[in-house]
């Protein structure tokens, strides 16, 4: 397992330096110049080429690729054009509440979506598996802003129960933080929520018709052991792969939930970034971004082997 | 009143629960901290590095000038005690008030006066048009100094009182010996506020926290004049989308919103405990530049016809939705500004337009109307200029982007034939940016900016202007730029506007000048 550990981890070498370089030459083929966008409407042609050179950007492309490489090989991510802040420390300062956000995400998402497609499953027909079936298709189809205008309205506009936006810093206080992004997790993890839940249902359906399931409950086996014990562990793999993917994903709702309920995190930086065309801090988040993506599949492809005997014994080398 | 289980539970829960739950900013007495949603974000620190509002504003929170304008725009001393020109316009004696000192506990002397001035006149259109004028500069003591100039140029002094970017900001001699076209980072000024840079948190919150230090003058506060009297122990600026900063004032989170969007304007009027106001009464104005170096707007005649073809009511009642909020009079000097004149000015003649368009020899070729989508003004001002350019009979296509994208491509400046220039653009520029010949840049008859309208004729009377001091004279030469600019379709004046902002009412003596500013505000416990 560990073996496969390294050759999964080292294949994502490669995917990572081809987004880099992608990013690059996309950020190089995009209109639009960081030194015309500081100098302002009113600057002079002269002043926008001292400010151009003063930031390198009047350099030829290769020169500046090589230099970036430079960099990241020293762990250097780079400068902001516009703030002259060091890229890590941006991202040092947005991190904690793009994380705390995902992460109450996929947990709000997980233990609700996968109770509730359980649940559909179990009681497959009926008015009970409608009404998930019905959430579940509301979650897919409303957008996120809207989701998270509406819980905005209700709860910290009406009811001044939540604040309405902005984030509470871990440091401050764990209720704060989960005051903070409670709203956005439910706005941002309802299209989640509802993934995990179908897929769910689907997956449970499959395998409660499964022989061996027959066999458990002719046998007079208790059916919460035989769903919890037998049915939802052969049902995880499509679970995972779905909340794996939900993760990845996510990274683009994210832009718009930080927006929303205006958090200083890392999809809004990354917004903010594009529209400015700071270079460096764009660079630098695709490359965590592409980085993060890479990571939740490896760990997606190894939970497999937790969930899935079949799968360690191809990992030692045996057969399926 | 019947009271069952279920609502009695609920109003338990409620009770229990809403110490834990209510937001901070209701939980909190309002103290001495007002939350503002900026308009913009703030990503340059340095406000002689970028003309962007957001940093020039920055700059009032954290620098002092030398010389401010109050809200009827005349120029007041700020930093200034006294000030002496001599009778040949040629020497300027100025003389620094007393206890002004540095956030580093510097006294601000006239070295430092003179090292910002000089890096401002490298970097600012006004003043770069006098710096080839000095002859020298003397620090004649530590709060006395001198400029001596080689002829006269009666807009020194304006220029240092003028709140467009680049305002003449006074920081430390060891910062301003930074060249201008790199960033100072290192916020040390003389202002009434003092930059927190611990809290900084770029594109998200800015802090700025009183500095006990500051001496004001003893004027009631005007415009970015009088005493800058601090009643406020912090000020946050937050960066936030406007439907958030809607919900963040009604629910207390915040208490100033700079400039909401204008669509929102009702439903922020209709929210107890908020005001809407108009704090800058010079307003801003809406420009439509042609670009002249492309055909057909190469055209001085197809130009003209253009002016005529535009009705300004329409934008702005799109925009704004509230004829109260904006005033035409066609003069490319905004009301309310010294140069103000009806002279010359064009008015909306769709048969003028028909005729004069024949006779340019328009053939439908397209016109590339420039969009900003991300800009609410912007996208609205192409979008009816477009609708009645069609109307007119124009074949338009309105080609839409990001900002960055859009002013990145009018730069560029290609010819139309290859698919990427352009014809005309917009803008929603500040009232003293557009108030007089020499800062409205796109009175240049030089080609020298964006859409590069050239006329000798032009050049020659701002150079008259920049060289008289009296005021009729410079209000006559004021008047026959502007007769000429629109003869020559410079570009087009969409009149007048004004961009409220909304407060909580526990704010007191919000002071009225055309950059946002912060002092003088009280907030009611």
Redesign the interface.
């Known amino acids: 397992m560990f073996a496969y550990f390294i050759k999964r981890l080292l294949a994502a070498v490669p995917t990572l330096i081809i987004v880099a370089f992608a990013v690059f030459m996309m950020l190089e083929l995009?209109?639009?110049?960081p030194a015309?966008?500081?100098?302002?409407?009113?600057?002079?042609p002269e002043?926008?080429a001292?400010?151009r050179?003063?930031l390198n950007l009047d350099q030829p492309f290769v020169a500046r690729a090589v230099a970036w490489v430079g960099q990241l090989g020293t762990g250097d991510l780079g400068v902001?054009l516009?703030?002259?802040?060091p890229v890590s420390e941006?991202i040092a300062?947005?991190i904690e509440p793009s994380l705390v956000l995902t992460v109450v995400t996929i947990l709000l998402a997980t233990f609700i979506g996968i109770p509730l497609g359980v649940l559909a499953a179990v009681r497959v027909g009926s008015i009970l598996d409608r009404i998930v079936m019905f959430i579940s298709v509301l979650g897919f189809s409303v957008p996120v802003f809207i989701v998270g205008?509406a819980l905005?309205?209700i709860f910290?506009?009406n009811l001044?129960?939540?604040?309405?936006?902005?984030y509470?810093p871990l440091s401050d206080g764990l209720?704060?933080t989960l005051?903070a992004v409670i709203m956005p997790a439910f706005a941002l993890g309802g299209v989640y929520m509802a993934q995990i839940a179908r897929v769910t249902r689907a997956a449970m359906l499959e395998v409660l018709s499964e022989d061996y399931v027959r066999t458990a409950r002719a046998k007079g086996v208790k059916s919460t052991i035989i769903l919890f014990r037998h049915a939802l562990p052969n049902a995880a793999i499509p679970i995972v792969t779905v909340i794996g993917f939900g993760v990845g994903a996510m990274l683009g709702g994210v832009v718009v939930t930080e927006?929303?309920?205006?958090i200083?995190g890392l999809g809004?930086?990354a917004a903010?970034s594009i529209?400015?065309?700071?270079y460096p801090v764009i660079q630098a988040l695709t490359l965590i971004f592409a980085f993060i993506y890479v990571a939740v599949n490896l760990a997606v492809d190894l939970s497999y082997g937790f969930f899935d005997p079949r799968v360690r014994a191809w990992g030692k080398g045996g057969h399926a | 009143m019947n009271v069952t289980r279920r609502s009695f539970m609920a109003t338990a829960a409620a009770g229990i629960?809403?110490p834990?739950?209510?937001?901070?900013?209701?939980a909190q007495a309002a103290g001495s901290v007002v939350r503002t949603k900026v308009i913009t974000?703030l990503?340059?620190?340095d406000p002689i590095?970028?003309?962007?509002y957001s940093t020039r504003n920055h700059g009032y929170m954290v620098f002092d000038t030398l010389f401010g304008l109050d809200a009827g725009l005349n120029v007041q001393p700020q930093m200034v005690d006294i000030y002496d020109i001599s009778e040949d316009g040629l020497t300027y004696t100025f003389t620094l008030r007393d206890g002004l000192a540095f956030h580093d506990e510097t006294p601000v002397t006239s070295e430092d006066c003179i090292a910002s001035i000089q890096r401002w006149m490298q970097?600012d259109?006004v003043a770069s048009k006098v710096a080839p004028l000095v002859a020298g500069y003397e620090a004649v003591d530590d709060t006395t100094f001198v400029i001596t100039l080689t002829q006269p140029f009666a807009q020194l002094v304006p220029a240092m009182a003028k709140v467009g970017?680049n305002v003449c900001f006074i920081m430390p001699a060891r910062l301003a010996a930074t060249?201008?076209?790199?960033?100072i980072?290192e916020m040390v000024g003389s202002g009434p506020y003092r930059f927190a840079a611990d809290e900084y948190?770029?594109?998200?919150?800015a802090v700025y926290v009183r500095n006990e230090a500051y001496v004001p003058r003893s004027e009631p506060a005007s415009g970015t004049a009088g005493g800058k009297v601090v009643n406020v122990d912090r000020v946050e600026w937050?960066f936030?989308?406007d439907?958030?900063?809607t919900?963040?004032i009604?629910?207390g989170?915040i208490e100033f919103y700079e400039e909401p969007s204008p669509e929102l304007l009702p439903v922020l009027e209709a929210v107890p405990g908020v005001t809407v106001g108009v704090q800058n009464t010079v307003g801003m104005q809406m420009v439509i530049r042609p670009n002249h170096t492309q055909p057909p707007f190469d055209n001085p005649t197809f130009r003209q016809a253009f002016m005529k073809m535009i009705n300004p009511e329409e934008h702005l009642l799109t925009y704004l939705g509230d004829p109260e909020l904006f005033t035409i009079d066609g003069s490319v000097y905004p009301l309310g500004t010294p140069f103000n004149t009806e002279v010359g000015s064009i008015h909306y003649d769709p048969e003028g337009a028909q005729a004069l368009l024949e006779e340019a020899g328009y053939n439908g070729e397209p016109i590339y109307v420039l969009q900003a989508t991300?800009i609410a003004s912007n996208r609205i001002f192409s979008t009816v200029t477009a609708e009645q350019l069609r109307r007119a009979g124009l074949n338009v296509q309105v080609e839409s982007?990001?900002?960055?994208?859009m002013?990145?491509?009018a730069?560029a400046n290609e010819p139309v034939a290859d698919g990427n220039g352009w014809h005309l653009i917009h803008?929603a520029n500040i009232g003293p940016?557009m108030a007089d010949p020499i800062t409205s840049?796109a009175l240049s008859g030089a080609g020298?900016?964006?859409g590069w309208s050239t006329d000798e004729e032009i050049e020659t009377l701002r150079a008259d202007f920049l060289a008289t001091t009296d005021l009729e004279e410079q209000k006559a030469i004021a008047e026959q730029i502007q007769v000429r600019a629109l003869e020559l379709g410079f570009y087009y004046p969409g009149g007048t506007f004004m961009q409220p902002n909304a407060y909580s009412d526990s704010l007191t003596d919000i002071v009225e000048s055309p950059v946002p500013v912060y002092w003088n505000m009280g907030v009611n416990a």
């Open positions: 995009s209109p639009g110049d015309e966008l500081i100098a302002g409407d009113t600057a002079t002043q926008i001292a400010i050179a003063q902001s516009y703030t002259r802040i941006l300062q947005r205008y905005v309205l910290a506009t001044g129960l939540l604040p309405a936006q902005g509470s209720w704060g005051r927006t929303v309920f205006n200083p809004r930086l903010d529209l400015r065309r700071d | 629960l809403s834990y739950l209510l937001s901070p900013a209701q974000t990503t340059s620190l590095y970028t003309t962007a970097q259109l970017s060249p201008p076209s790199e960033q980072t948190v770029a594109d998200a919150r937050l936030m989308d439907m958030a900063a919900s963040a009604q629910s989170e991300n982007s990001d900002f960055g994208t002013f990145g491509r730069l803008f940016d840049r020298d900016y964006l």
